[in-house]
């Protein structure tokens, strides 16, 4: 089995089906290592430029699903093409990481790759793509709706708990008050430490007792 077979096999554990022969295309055009990781709670994928290597590398999270994954491969990609075409000293997520972005994904937003309830937000937030797209409330929600253990799973989103109910976060129990923009203003209990929180973390809701 030849690298492109190997990677072309690679993207199709991962990737929506239809999308394939165009994300394999970018690797043809532009070669880079390639590796599928664990799941990492800092970071859905990664880019790295090395001075000494003519091949660079990119990874990407195993335990997204496919349009989560679809979308950071091109977030990825977007970043190799950009300091091909613009160089090193480029800011990582500038103009020049954004218009390179969008022209990668014009060609996946569409109903064949996307379901219409991912599509719509999603070409909403390729307006002004942020440095991840987990930073995106609505898109984050809606992409979560397929994530392989979604049924399963006993977490919510923090922006979906009512202000004044308890929850659950990495072991430790909170109350929730009041949301400052992308952030909400949570009580530890019993300590009473107040914390900011992301309206994106996934936590477990807890009834008013807190147990």
């Known amino acids: 089995m030849n690298p492109t077979e190997k990677l072309q096999l690679i993207l199709s554990k991962h990737l929506p089906e239809k999308s394939i022969p165009y994300c394999l295309d970018l690797w043809v055009k532009n070669g880079f290592n390639f590796t599928v990781t664990p799941a990492r709670k800092t970071k859905l994928g990664d880019f790295r430029w090395r001075r000494d290597s003519k091949r660079q590398t990119i990874t990407i999270n195993g335990t997204l699903n496919p349009y989560q994954f679809l979308i950071t491969y091109i977030h990825e990609v977007a970043h190799l093409h950009t300091y091909l075409h613009f160089g090193i000293e480029t800011a990582p997520h500038g103009k020049e990481w954004k218009s ?30 942020k440095a991840s797209s987990a930073g995106d409330l609505f898109l984050t929600k809606e992409l979560s709706k397929y994530d392989l253990n979604h049924h399963v799973s006993e977490e919510v989103f923090l922006a979906d708990l009512k202000p004044g109910l308890w929850f659950e976060l990495q072991g430790r129990k909170f109350q929730k008050k009041e949301t400052r923009r992308t952030r909400v203003l949570c009580e530890e209990i019993p300590s009473g430490k107040k914390f900011l929180i992301s309206q994106l973390a996934k936590i477990k809701p807890l009834e008013s007792s807190g147990l």
Not at 106 to 119: Q, S, Y
Not at 122 to 128: D, E, I, K, Q
């Open 100 to 129: 390179t972005f969008q022209q990668l994904m014009i060609p996946l937003l569409k109903p064949e790759i996307f379901p219409k309830d991912i599509l719509i937000p999603l070409s909403r937030h390729m307006r002004n793509p």
